[in-house]
């Protein structure tokens, strides 16, 4: 059971931060002048990542070793679930996050604003997937 509990813990913590990044977060930043949300973006994405790929990880690997000391497969489903955030970052999200990283980027125009608004839709599919994750892991535990 504390394999479960801190998988979900760490499933909880990735799932609030993402979810306030795109409820909260990159909403404000959208009303900002596009430069200047970019600019914003950059250095916030840089921390965040690490944060939040080690709580996906851990989170993951923690639901997986669950389920393999028997908790029930309700935990492997979840620790995939949530696992998946990684590399949907690494192959669907990367071209946008380095698009949006370059240093030539013209942070003025309508391009830097629609790949702004395309990292949050794919920012949003992130957030969904934990929050699937953390909801079967509060199900499993009831």
Same mark, same amino acid.
């Given at each position: 059971?504390?394999?479960?509990?801190?998988?979900?813990?760490?499933?909880?913590?990735?799932?609030?931060?993402?979810?306030?990044?795109?409820?909260? *977060?990159?909403?404000?930043?959208?009303?900002?002048?596009?430069?200047?949300? %970019?600019?914003?973006?950059?250095?916030?994405?840089e921390r965040a990542t690490v944060m939040q790929a080690s709580l996906a990880v851990a989170?993951?690997?923690?639901?997986?070793?669950?389920?393999?000391?028997?908790?029930?497969?309700?935990? &492997?489903?979840?620790? &995939?679930?949530?696992?998946? %955030? %990684?590399?949907?970052?690494?192959?669907?999200?990367?071209?946008?996050?380095? *698009?949006? *990283? =370059?240093?030539?980027? =013209?942070?003025?125009? *309508?391009?830097?604003?629609?790949?702004? %608004?395309?990292?949050?839709?794919?920012?949003?599919?992130?957030?969904?997937?934990?929050?699937?994750?953390?909801?079967?892991?509060?199900?499993?535990?009831?």
């Amino acid at each position: 059971m504390l394999l479960a509990n801190f998988a979900t813990l760490a499933t909880a913590l990735f799932t609030g931060a993402a979810v306030y990044i795109s409820l909260v *977060e990159h909403p404000a930043r959208l009303l900002c002048p596009t430069a200047h949300a %970019v600019e914003q973006w950059r250095p916030s994405y840089e921390r965040a990542t690490v944060m939040q790929a080690s709580l996906a990880v851990a989170g993951s690997l923690l639901a997986i070793a669950a389920w393999f000391t028997g908790a029930g497969l309700i935990w &492997l489903l979840a620790g &995939l679930l949530l696992g998946s %955030v %990684v590399p949907f970052t690494l192959i669907v999200m990367w071209p946008t996050n380095k *698009e949006l *990283e =370059d240093p030539g980027l =013209d942070t003025t125009n *309508e391009l830097a604003r629609s790949l702004l %608004v395309h990292w949050g839709r794919l920012h949003a599919v992130r957030s969904g997937l934990s929050l699937l994750a953390l909801i079967l892991m509060l199900f499993a535990r009831a």
